[in-house]
């Protein structure tokens, strides 16, 4: 598939992990597990959209925009956790898992459990590049999910400006 260097974002996810702390006096230990809470979220969130899992509907998924802006919360929790971890940059080879989207997500769930008991950079690559595998799962390249990280980044900022 393709190869996705997200070193840029970990840069880009850290100013503004810098100004939140900074304007709401936290810290990365203070907050590991809202982080982490909040990233179990983010992947419900971005699961409603596909809407894959819900077989009792005749609805198709959201639209391509929406799917990749939950999709991109997602992202800026896991580049901020890692950033808590230590980690700097992550380059992963997309691949599409052999399961099928409902069970691709799950996976990430479970792996988001075991970071959550373990906190460890080992359990982090685990799951992140299993969150990354989904993109091809929806017919989506990395590109598409850099885009979208840097539009909600910016929706992100002016929000801290805002006081949201």
């Keep these: 598939m393709s190869e996705l260097d997200l070193k840029d974002l970990f840069l880009l996810q850290k100013g503004l992990d810098e100004t939140i702390a900074k304007r709401h006096g936290v810290t990365y230990a203070s907050t590991r ?22 077989f009792w509907s005749l609805k198709g998924p959201s639209s391509q ?16 956790l890692g950033l808590a971890l230590g980690v700097t940059g992550f380059t992963h080879e997309l691949k599409a898992p052999s399961k099928e989207l409902t069970e691709a997500i799950l996976q990430v769930y479970e792996d988001v459990g075991e970071l959550s008991k373990t906190f460890t950079q080992t359990y982090y690559f685990k799951a992140f590049g299993d969150y990354l595998d989904l993109l ?12 979208a990280y840097q539009k909600k980044l910016a ?8 006081h949201y």
């Design 65 to 80: 925009e929406v799917i990749l802006d939950e999709y991109a919360d997602g992202m800026h929790f896991f580049l901020s």
């Design 33 to 54: 597990e809202k982080r982490l809470l909040a990233l179990f979220v983010e992947l419900g969130e971005f699961a409603n959209e596909t809407r894959c899992f819900k």
């Design 136 to 147: 091809p799962l929806l017919g989506y390249g990395g590109e598409e999910a850099i885009v």
């Design 155 to 162: 929706v992100n900022y002016r929000r801290q400006e805002e």
